[in-house]
Structures are given as C-alpha cells and as structure tokens.
C-alpha cells in the first residue's frame, strides 16, 4: 500500500509536468488582469492530472467502487465540460444541464440515489419516496457547485477535498470497506502534488498551476458519488447526516452564499468576492493564513463528524447541529462589514491585505 501510494504520488507530479506544457500549447491558462494578480498565464491543470492517476487506478482495480464504468462516464464528461468552460467561459445554464444529465445517469445506471435522510427528525428514518430522485439530483448539482465555488485562493480546495476525502477514507475502514477506504487515499495522494505545485512547493511559482473548473467539478462530484455510496447502501458506512459534517465548509459557504444572493435579487450564479475566504482577507487576513484558518475550521467539522458516527449520537442531534452552525455562519456572513470593522478597530488594523491569488471569481 505504501509502494502504491508513493507510485499515485510521483504519477501525479509527472501529470503535472505533461499537462502543463500541454496546457500552455492550446492555452488552457489562466491570464492576469485588473483583479487576478499573479505573474503571468498559470496552466488550469490541475484536475486533468489528479483525473489520470484516478481514471488508471479504477482501470487496473475496477472493484473499488460500484458501477466503476458510470462513474468514469460521467467524470469524464464533467471533465470535458470543465475544459471548455476554462477555454471558453461556457454559460452557467448549459453547466446546470450538463450535471443534471449526469445525475440522472447515476442515478439510472450507477443506482446511486438519495433515499433515506436517517433519523434527522426523531426516531423514525425519513424515506424521500418519490422526491427522492429531484433531491439526488439537488443533491449531486448542488455538491459539485459547493467545491467549484471554493476554489478561491491557492490551496484551499486542495485542502478542503484532501480533509473531506480522507474522512471518507477513514469511515469506510472503520466499516471494513477496505477498497472504498483505499480508493479514497488514493484520491488523497493524486490531489497532494496539486496542492504542492499550486502553493509553489518546492519548485516556486514558475511552475505554479490551478485546478480549473475541470478539476473543481470533478472533485465535487466524486465527493457526492462516495457519500451516497456510504450512506445509501444496505452495507452504509455511515449515516446521511455525517457527509454534512466531513463537507461542511463547501456546504455552508455554497448555501449562504445562495441566500445572500437570492436576497439581493441577484442570480445564484453571479460572480462575486463574498466567499468566506474573501471576507477573511479583507479582515486583514494574508491568502496563507486564510488557508490554514479554513482548513483547520474543515478538519474541526469533519473531526466531529467522524466522532459522532463512532459513537452512534442520534442523528437529530447532528443535524440540528449542523443547523445551528450554518445559521451563525450566515449570519456571521451576512453582518460581516459591521464584524470587519469592529476587529479592524479592536485589532488595530487599518489596512488590508492583499487578497491573494487570481482565479476568476467563482460562483
């Protein structure tokens, strides 16, 4: 397993290299201008190079998940759609059609749907019936939008899918579905030299690269694909309520961001610059620190996810939980120029920071 997880990581790194040159050849880059401010055009690579580790892995072990071929199907079309929209900026209602069309087809073809919340309402399991597969497919659309909006400055949606990923990894071993648990850390370790290479570890920024909306979508939607394999099965791993928790930050960011958008009688799907790592660097916040902020806020969630599901807490305690946190969340958003200006001032800070790295503003 070691031998094979090092082989994953240097394979990644290669893909790296390859796809960059690639990258810069039919210019699949990312050009600076007034509000993206790194030195010069960045290969949109990254989730070309984590897709190849995975697609040859799920090629050699076809076992490790259900309905192996659906589930490269569709990645592969998320994959492709992700390509033209870095290369052309498609429109957000051809997306929408697209990932519609892909849960469908998992949910036809892969029967991976979404049909039992748990118990997040007492005693008894809530069955969607026949909601079930509308929800499967806000569901899916909805996760692989949640990651593709994080995607805001260099490492975080990295870091985000490694913690939500391992978490997997470590309910699905603790369940005794070793090549669901392995599958996950190969994930993990084809996603790490991205994050590496993105940060400018240990090369510099020369050779930095972005994720892309390939890679963003993509990672979304394997996420969904694993947490409805866990949750919905006869043999669950764990319950609905836990993939809240172990995705946490994605979620609430995405759903706030939803809200606050819908409130000002904007599109959904309006670009903006009030994701919560944005807001972090206007408190004064460096890109840095709000990486490390973000992500052990992610880690914290997931920790108490995993902790939950071990030691069987009922499920309308984590979800109302849940509840309550996305509600102070919200707020917190919601108020967070009045917030930004009261811990200027207690915090003696009077000028901003930069706002770091320079993808176009997601969604």
Same mark, same amino acid.
């Given at each position: 397993?070691?031998?094979?997880?090092?082989?994953?990581?240097?394979?990644?790194?290669?893909?790296?290299?390859?796809?960059?040159?690639?990258?810069?050849?039919?210019?699949? %880059?990312?050009?600076? &201008?007034?509000?993206?401010?790194?030195? !010069?055009?960045?290969? @949109?690579? $990254?989730? =070309? /190079?984590?897709?190849?580790?995975?697609?040859?892995?799920?090629?050699?072990?076809?076992?490790?998940?259900?309905?192996?071929?659906?589930?490269?199907?569709?990645?592969?079309?998320?994959?492709?759609?992700?390509?033209?929209?870095?290369?052309?900026?498609?429109?957000?209602?051809?997306?929408?059609?697209?990932?519609?069309?892909?849960?469908?087809?998992?949910?036809?073809?892969?029967?991976?749907?979404?049909?039992?919340?748990?118990?997040?309402?007492?005693?008894?399991?809530?069955?969607?019936?026949?909601?079930?597969?509308?929800?499967?497919?806000?569901?899916? %659309?909805?996760?692989? &939008?949640?990651?593709?909006?994080?995607? !805001?400055?260099?490492? @975080?949606? $990295?870091? =985000? /899918?490694?913690?939500?990923?391992?978490?997997?990894?470590?309910?699905?071993?603790?369940?005794?579905?070793?090549?669901?648990?392995?599958?996950?850390?190969?994930?993990?370790?084809?996603?790490?030299?991205?994050?590496?290479?993105?940060?400018?570890?240990?090369?510099?920024?020369?050779?930095?690269?972005?994720?892309?909306?390939?890679?963003?979508?993509?990672?979304?939607?394997?996420?969904?694909?694993?947490?409805?394999?866990?949750?919905?099965?006869?043999?669950?791993?764990?319950?609905?309520?836990?993939?809240?928790?172990?995705?946490?930050?994605?979620?609430?960011?995405?759903?706030?961001?939803?809200?606050?958008?819908?409130?000002?009688?904007?599109?959904?799907?309006?670009?903006?610059?009030?994701?919560?790592?944005?807001?972090?660097?206007?408190?004064?916040?460096?890109?840095?620190?709000?990486?490390?902020?973000?992500?052990?806020?992610?880690?914290?969630?997931?920790?108490?996810?995993?902790?939950?599901?071990?030691?069987?807490?009922?499920?309308?305690?984590?979800?109302?939980?849940?509840?309550?946190?996305?509600?102070?969340?919200?707020?917190?958003?919601?108020?967070?120029?009045?917030?930004?200006?009261?811990?200027?001032?207690?915090?003696?800070?009077?000028?901003?920071?930069?706002?770091?790295?320079?993808?176009?503003?997601?969604?």
């Amino acid at each position: 397993m070691i031998l094979t997880t090092i082989a994953l990581f240097m394979c990644s790194f290669l893909s790296l290299f390859v796809f960059r040159k690639f990258a810069i050849y039919i210019n699949l %880059v990312d050009q600076p &201008n007034m509000r993206k401010h790194h030195n !010069g055009p960045v290969p @949109l690579v $990254g989730g =070309l /190079a984590v897709f190849v580790v995975v697609f040859s892995y799920l090629v050699i072990y076809p076992d490790s998940i259900s309905s192996t071929f659906i589930y490269l199907f569709c990645a592969s079309i998320l994959l492709v759609i992700g390509v033209f929209d870095d290369l052309y900026d498609i429109s957000f209602r051809l997306r929408l059609l697209v990932q519609a069309f892909i849960s469908t087809m998992m949910m036809v073809f892969g029967e991976l749907v979404f049909t039992n919340a748990g118990q997040i309402f007492g005693g008894f399991d809530l069955e969607l019936s026949y909601f079930s597969y509308l929800v499967t497919v806000v569901v899916v %659309v909805g996760a692989i &939008n949640a990651y593709n909006m994080v995607d !805001g400055i260099d490492g @975080l949606l $990295g870091a =985000l /899918a490694t913690i939500t990923f391992a978490s997997l990894g470590l309910l699905f071993y603790f369940n005794g579905q070793i090549q669901l648990a392995v599958f996950c850390m190969v994930v993990v370790a084809a996603t790490i030299p991205y994050i590496l290479m993105n940060l400018g570890i240990p090369l510099g920024q020369r050779f930095k690269i972005f994720m892309g909306d390939a890679g963003s979508t993509v990672i979304g939607f394997s996420v969904v694909w694993l947490l409805l394999e866990g949750s919905q099965s006869e043999s669950a791993a764990f319950n609905p309520v836990t993939g809240l928790w172990i995705a946490a930050i994605p979620i609430m960011d995405a759903i706030s961001t939803i809200i606050r958008r819908i409130k000002k009688g904007q599109s959904p799907f309006k670009p903006d610059r009030e994701h919560l790592h944005h807001i972090l660097q206007r408190l004064g916040v460096g890109p840095k620190m709000t990486l490390f902020v973000i992500s052990m806020l992610g880690c914290c969630f997931a920790l108490v996810g995993i902790l939950a599901q071990l030691n069987s807490v009922p499920d309308y305690y984590m979800f109302y939980g849940f509840i309550f946190c996305l509600i102070v969340y919200h707020q917190i958003m919601v108020n967070i120029w009045r917030l930004t200006v009261r811990a200027r001032r207690f915090f003696g800070i009077s000028k901003k920071q930069p706002e770091g790295k320079a993808h176009k503003v997601k969604q």
